[in-house]
């Protein structure tokens, strides 16, 4: 079983629809967590942390669910400019430093 | 700006060349990490360097050679590379605790 997985998509889907992406990792002891956005040819940009509570930022709701072991992404009201390719990074236990990324969920909106 | 500046943009070597990509960040930050990312692969860790001491090395092959000289340089050294080592070689800096990675823009190595 791979470390961290993701559905590489694509989604696709219109103008101000709602999608959500799961991501599911291996190690229950794993303590942090967080979502990338990477577009084409460019570096991945963290778009923001889960927390064990949930969080929220605009249109993107970030969760946790530590007994399925899997984060979630929701994206409210999506714009084109969301497309792009949404990466989740899990810490490996052993080392703080040490994130392990899934390969990544390509969203397109579309007009 | 990611704070993060990686050179070269793009780097077309041979498999008998010697290089070297440079990464410099500009973030207090002192936690430097090397990170491949090759076509439909996820971003694959290479070292990772804590307070200019090399604390991951992820089973590397040795004609992948890091030098971290202080906590805000980090370089990685090539040499006899393949042509299955052509990738994007992304740098990344972050703070003690992983309150997330700011990555460079990458270096897009070719090797022929």
């Known amino acids: 079983r791979k470390e961290v997985e993701q559905d590489p998509g694509p989604f696709n889907v219109p103008e101000g629809a709602t999608v959500a992406f799961n991501c599911t990792y291996s190690n229950s002891a794993s303590q942090s967590f967080f979502w990338y956005r990477q577009d084409c040819r460019k570096e991945p940009k963290l778009l923001m942390s889960?927390?064990?509570s949930g969080n929220e930022d605009g249109r993107f709701t970030a969760q946790l669910n530590r007994a399925s072991q899997y984060i979630s992404l929701l994206i409210r009201d999506s714009k084109l400019s969301d497309s792009a390719t949404y990466l989740c990074?899990?810490?490996?236990?052993?080392?703080?430093?040490?994130?392990?990324f899934g390969s990544g969920t390509r969203l397109l909106v579309r007009p | 700006e990611t704070g993060v500046t990686q050179t070269p943009r793009h780097l077309v070597m041979g498999m008998t060349n010697k290089k070297s990509l440079k990464c410099e960040q500009h973030l207090g930050h002192n936690a430097m990490y090397w990170y491949k990312q090759s076509a439909k692969k996820p971003l694959e860790l290479m070292f990772v360097?804590?307070?200019?001491?090399?604390?991951e090395n992820n089973s590397v092959p040795s004609r992948f050679s890091p030098e971290c000289p202080n906590s805000s340089h980090l370089f990685l050294h090539l040499h006899t590379l393949q042509p299955e080592d052509s990738a994007l070689y992304l740098c990344?800096?972050?703070?003690?605790?992983?309150?997330?990675?700011?990555f460079g823009s990458g270096t897009r190595l070719t090797v022929v």
């Open positions: 990074a899990v810490n490996m236990v052993d080392s703080s430093y040490k994130l392990i």
């Open positions: 990344a800096s972050s703070q003690v605790s992983p309150s997330g990675l700011n």
């Open positions: 360097y804590n307070f200019k001491e090399q604390t």
């Open positions: 889960v927390y064990s």
